[in-house]
T-cell receptor, first 112, second 115 residues
Framework: GDSVTQMEGPVTLSEEAFLTINCTYT??????LFWYVQYPGEGLQLLLK?????DKGSNKGFEATYRKETTSFHLEKGSVQVSDSAVYFC???????????FGQGTTLQVKP | EPEVTQTPSHQVTQMGQEVILRCVPI?????FYWYRQILGQKVEFLVS????????KSEIFDDQFSVERPDGSNFTLKIRSTKLEDSAMYFC?????????????FGPGTRLTVT
């Protein structure tokens, strides 16, 4: 079935470091791809999305490119801040209803 | 900015009891979803709902679960007889468009604890 795999965390970085969180998805169909972020004690917020191959989603300095050839949607940020500390979830749309299939989440901790 | 709201934020119940989790989706959205996240695990799809009927449900969504849109604003998830393994964070989501075209907006979640 459809699935999403993320790199395991936690990821600990110093402020202003470069961030990459890897995400790969099963190649069934041509799904839309998403990154959601969950700050402590809060719900899931859409961070960015891409709906077709080679699309780049971007928001708040984060970017991810839909790579069909490698079935990947890696999240990157050039310079992380302490306020970026959160859990990041990669997800793909699935089926006609567009239900989301999530990866296991990656905890990011940014230290000053 | 419109947002999805959920009540209560935390529900504690005894095994075998019925619980109803409530959600108010964004007002012009037509597609509604429930997900759950057991502590330390991934977010899992439970059910999608459109036009007053279930459009898809997962294997988790067995006969103990039901959903309803009792009026024009609320969307509820009922668990008839809770089990210990139902303890999780339950998220409601809504979207304006169907399928993968629609961005899903999530509520803050209800933490259900079954004792």
């Amino acid at each position: 079935g459809d699935s999403v795999t993320q790199m395991e965390g936690p990821v600990t970085l110093s402020e202003e470091a470069f961030l990459t969180i890897n995400c790969t998805y099963t190649a069934t169909g041509y799904p839309s791809l998403f990154w959601y972020v969950q700050y402590p004690g809060e719900g899931l917020q859409l961070l960015l999305k891409a709906t077709k191959a080679d699309d780049k989603g971007s928001n708040k300095g984060f970017e991810a490119t839909y790579r069909k050839e490698t079935t990947s949607f890696h999240l990157e940020k050039g310079s992380v801040q302490v306020s970026d500390s959160a859990v990041y979830f990669c997800a793909r749309g699935s089926g006609n209803t567009g239900k989301l299939i999530f990866g296991q989440g990656t905890t990011l901790q940014v230290k000053p | 900015e419109p947002e999805v709201t959920q009540t209560p934020s935390h529900q504690v119940t005894q095994m075998g009891q019925e619980v109803i989790l409530r959600c108010v989706p964004i007002s012009n959205h037509l597609y509604f979803y429930w997900y759950r996240q057991i502590l330390g695990q991934k977010v899992e799809f439970l059910v999608s709902f459109y036009n007053n009927e279930i459009s898809e449900k997962s294997e988790i969504f067995d006969d103990q679960f039901s959903v309803e849109r009792p009026d024009g604003s609320n969307f509820t998830l009922k668990i008839r007889s809770t089990k210990l393994e139902d303890s999780a964070m339950y998220f409601c989501a809504s979207s304006a468009l169907p399928g993968s075209r629609g961005e899903q907006y999530f509520g803050p979640g209800t933490r259900l604890t079954v004792t």
